[in-house]
C-alpha cells in the first residue's frame, strides 16, 4: 500500500469514526466523580463544569459515585457512548493505582479511557487524633512501633489505602486498615477518635486541625509547601518516602479526535 492510499484509508477511518461519536447535539455533559461531595475531587469538577458550561455553551453537570476504589465511577463511565456528553473526574487511584494493585480491576486504564486534559495537582496531610500523645512522623512511629497492632489506620481510596500500607511497611509498623466509603464519614471517625490514623486533602486537613480534634504530622510531597512551611514533609522521616497526587479528565475509549480538542480547548 502506497503512501497516498494509506493516508486516505486512515482519513476514512477517522471520518467514520467522528461520525459516530460526535457530541449529542446540545444534551448535557455528565462529569462522574468517584469520590463524595465536599471533597477537592468534587470541588474541583464544579469548578470545570461551570467553566466548561460556560464556554461550550451547553449544561454540565457533576454526578458522584463514590465507593470500591473508584471502580463504581468507572464502570458508570463505561457504559456509556463515546460522544463526550459523559466524562469522568480520573484520579491517581482509579486511573493508575488500581491497574497496580488489583489482579482484575474490571477495565484496563491504557485501553479503556480517552484522555482530555490534566486538572490539577494536590497533596495530602497525615494526620492523627489529638488524644494521641505524638506531635510528628517520627513520634507516631516510635509510638506505632510500641504498641504493633493497636493502631487504626483509616483509607477511603485506593490512593490513601496504598499510602498507609507503604507506611506500615517502609516504617516497619502494624497498624490496622480501616476501609471507608466516604472521606467524610472517615474524618468524623478520625476526630471522634474511633480510629487512630489518616489522610486528608490539605485544605481539608487544616479545616480539622482549627477544631483541635487532630493533630497533622506531615504532607505527602517531597518538599514543604508554601502554604505551611512548618509543616515537615513525610520524606524528612522516610527518605524519598511521598505520594503526590493528580486528577484529569477522561473519557470512554474511541472518543472522536475533534471532540476530545474541543473539549480539551475549553478546558
Known sequence: MNKRIFLSSLIGLLSAGAALAQPAGDAPIRIIVPLGSGTPSDSASRIVANGLSELLKRPVIVDNKPGAEGRIAVQELLKSKPDGTTLMLGGVSPVAINMALMKNPGYDSRRDFTAIGGIYRAFQVYMVNSALPVNTMSEFIAYAKRNPGKLSAAHYSALTKIQVTALNNVAEIDTLLVPYKTTSSTYTDLASGVVNFSIADYSTAMSLVSTGKVKPLAITLPERSPLSPNLPTSAETLKGFSFPAWSGLI?????????????????
Open 251 to 267: 473519557g470512554p475509549a474511541h472518543m472522536a479526535p475533534e471532540t476530545v480538542a474541543k473539549l480539551n480547548a475549553a478546558l
